[in-house]
């Protein structure tokens, strides 16, 4: 009996997929995207801000002593959850903030009902430094170095064991590593 060579293509094609997804679940943690940023010098960030705050400048991220730039908006509501987290990080570090794609009058009246945890805030109105900072949707975090570059990337928002389990021991470490 002769086996016809169409027939071999369902099974090496379950096969070829079966390897696939194996691979896939033998990654480190299959839940974060990786990030090319990590390592590298943090993009430039947008010259504009809110009315009322202080500009955040690229200078301000090459300052001694560890920091974190959130990408943040006052419409996404992952935001908004982990708002408190960012404002007992604020009494730790300098926290910087990029409004992402926002209303500049509810990018406001969000801070001054909420509380605003940042030191300096740079606006993005179109996007454009997300994109350089590989930002996918906000809220991402980012902590950096002294010297301004990027050592990790938090996609989602920084509350309950996301938080606890993979953010913080970041944060600790990179702190540790600083002093």
């Not at 943040?72 to 990029?98: D, F, I, K, Q």
Request: charged fraction near 25%; hydrophobic fraction near 40%; include cysteine.
């Amino acid at each position: 009996m002769r086996v016809k060579p169409l027939m071999l293509l369902p099974p090496v094609l379950f096969l070829s997929l079966a390897l696939v997804f194996l691979w896939g679940m033998g990654r480190d943690d299959p839940n974060t995207l990786p990030s090319t940023m990590i390592g590298r010098a943090a993009p430039p960030l947008p010259e504009t801000t809110l009315p009322g705050n202080t500009q955040l400048t690229d200078e301000m991220l090459a300052k001694p002593g560890v920091k974190l730039v959130n990408f943040w908006a006052s419409w996404c509501p992952p935001c908004r959850a982990e708002h408190p987290t960012l404002m007992e990080l604020s009494e730790r570090m300098p926290v910087y903030g990029v409004d992402l794609k926002d209303d500049e009058a509810d990018a406001l009246r969000f801070l001054d009902e909420d509380g605003n945890p940042f030191a300096a805030i740079a606006t993005d109105p179109r996007g454009r430094a997300a994109i350089d900072w590989g930002v996918t949707a906000p809220p991402e975090t980012f902590i950096l170095d002294g010297e301004g570059r990027v050592l990790y990337r938090h996609a989602g928002p920084l509350i309950r064991d996301d938080y606890t389990n993979r953010f913080l021991p970041e944060l600790e470490k990179a702190l540790a590593d600083e002093g």
